[in-house]
């Protein structure tokens, strides 16, 4: 019986990460997984992403065609912990999958934004940190051929902690992979907007999560290739304060804006609306 409380409690509230206040978790929904206290940005996952941003139909469900949904990772590496007896690659992506619901750490397909069809690659931090494996740097690869194809604007949601170690070289070929196939996007005059979420780093950062042509950073983000506790044990130092946060980025020119939650659907659409005019 106290165990059926303690997950029913589990459901119904969530504690700020920063503050450590206790929120009703439907409150929290509604405030956009926002702490309404100290202003946190709690993650979100790639279908809460989808939800907010995508147009709606009758019924108020976001309109939106999945692609590339079964795709998933194997373990071309035999990637395995001395410590057990079996694959822990293995043993974790089935894990994943199960928590989250996806196969893989990245959702992507089309939907309507502001009326504009669009191409979306939504990452989803909650399924092994966000990582890049070969199939993430796959699915990606897909999503810019199919803006190319349809001639839509492609809209790269990012939150990574970078290249997927278990998949080794395989994982770090991804970042050539996306950035050329960005740069074939490019070359055809088709918009890309980044969007960097909390956090985006590694190889992700590295490769396509900052070759859009427009970088939009949500509040506080922190943004990087190496963290901030590796660059100070490397270099000795202690770092600026807020250093790769997206406002420390803003201000050195290395985004474009950063915009809050409850703005980013208008002011993305903005960008739609603008880049249309000139096309």
Same mark, same amino acid.
């Given at each position: ?46 279908? +809460?992403? &989808? ?9 108020? *469900?976001? @309109?939106?065609?999945? #692609? =590339?949904?079964? !795709? ?31 196969? +893989?750490? &990245? ?9 504009? *069809?669009? @191409?979306?690659?939504? #990452? =989803?931090?909650? !399924? ?152």
């Amino acid at each position: 019986m106290e165990n059926a409380v303690k997950e029913k409690t589990k459901t119904l509230w969530n504690k700020c990460p920063s503050c450590d206040q206790i929120i009703y978790k439907k409150d929290l929904e509604e405030n956009l997984k926002i702490c309404p206290k100290c202003h946190y940005y709690l993650r979100m996952s790639a279908r +809460e992403r &989808i939800a907010l941003l995508a147009d709606t139909n009758a019924s108020g *469900k976001a @309109v939106f065609e999945e #692609m =590339d949904a079964n !795709f998933f990772s194997e373990d071309p590496l035999r990637f395995e912990d001395p410590a057990k007896s079996k694959s822990s690659y293995a043993a974790k992506l089935a894990s994943e999958q199960k928590k989250t619901g996806h196969y +893989e750490a &990245i959702v992507c397909g089309e939907a309507e934004m502001g009326k504009h *069809k669009v @191409v979306l690659a939504v #990452m =989803d931090f909650e !399924f092994m940190g966000g990582s890049m494996g070969s199939v993430v740097g796959e699915k990606v690869t897909r999503a810019i051929e199919r803006s190319l194809q349809i001639k839509a604007p492609l809209l790269i949601i990012s939150a990574s902690g970078g290249a997927r170690m278990q998949e080794g070289i395989l994982s770090l070929m991804q970042m050539a992979k996306t950035s050329a196939a960005l740069a074939r996007l490019h070359q055809e005059g088709i918009l890309c907007i980044c969007l960097l979420c909390d956090p985006t780093t590694g190889g992700v950062t590295a490769s396509f999560a900052t070759l859009g042509d427009i970088l939009i950073a949500e509040p506080k983000a922190l943004i990087a290739f190496a963290g901030p506790r590796v660059i100070e044990q490397t270099i000795r130092q202690k770092l600026p304060e807020g250093f790769q946060q997206s406002e420390f980025l803003m201000q050195h020119g290395m985004v474009d804006c950063i915009v809050e939650r409850k703005n980013l659907k208008a002011q993305i659409i903005n960008f739609l609306n603008i880049f249309k005019k000139k096309a």
